[in-house]
């Protein structure tokens, strides 16, 4: 498959690249898609932790850090989180689209959760734990949209693509 834009392989230290000589995704990004995804995620883990017998104050926190608005910047971090996992000489090209479209994805996601967390602010005077929280939570989104649009390293891996297996 051929993309817009191919990564310079000279750009980069050979330690930069996996076994299909294709650009491994910096560990940021898995940070990022994993905060982005966390409308998805959260409540995956408490319930896994609920079974796994894990402190029910530490599920508690889990839970009581989800809201119900996380889940529309989920809704474009999911897609491209999947197909970092299934980033393999035989993804599907369902993957394939979504990795090439994943930089705009992580993009969206960002954004969409910036708009999100400034709605839900209380007017000025009214502030607490909650709308620190948020505020943290804006600096972080903005940190990974600012990463998402101007990263060149970010750019360079979501071009790039291991080759489909020969038959």
């Not at 076994?19 to 995956?44: E, H, V």
């Not at 926190?61 to 999947?82: K, T």
């Not at 299934?86 to 090209?93: K, V, Y």
Request: hydrophobic share 50%; with cysteine.
């Amino acid at each position: 498959m051929i993309y817009r834009h191919q990564p310079d392989r000279g750009r980069y230290h050979q330690s930069l690249y996996d076994d299909d000589y294709c650009l491994k995704p910096p560990t940021l990004l898995w940070l990022a898609l994993a905060f982005l995804s966390r409308g998805a995620l959260l409540p995956i883990l408490a319930g896994l932790g609920h079974y796994a017998r894990v402190n029910t104050d530490a599920v508690a926190l889990m839970r009581g850090l989800w809201r119900p608005d996380q889940l529309f910047p989920a809704l474009f971090a999911v897609p491209v989180l999947y197909s970092l996992i299934r980033r393999t000489p035989r993804a599907a090209r369902p993957v394939r689209w979504i990795w090439r479209q994943g930089r705009m994805l992580l993009a969206v996601a960002a954004a969409s959760d910036i708009a999100l967390a400034l709605y839900s602010l209380k007017p000025f005077g009214d502030f607490d734990g909650e709308t620190f929280l948020a505020l943290g939570a804006c600096a972080t989104d903005a940190y990974f949209l600012l990463y998402a649009l101007f990263a060149r390293r970010l750019r360079d891996a979501f071009a790039d693509f291991p080759p489909r297996l020969s038959a």
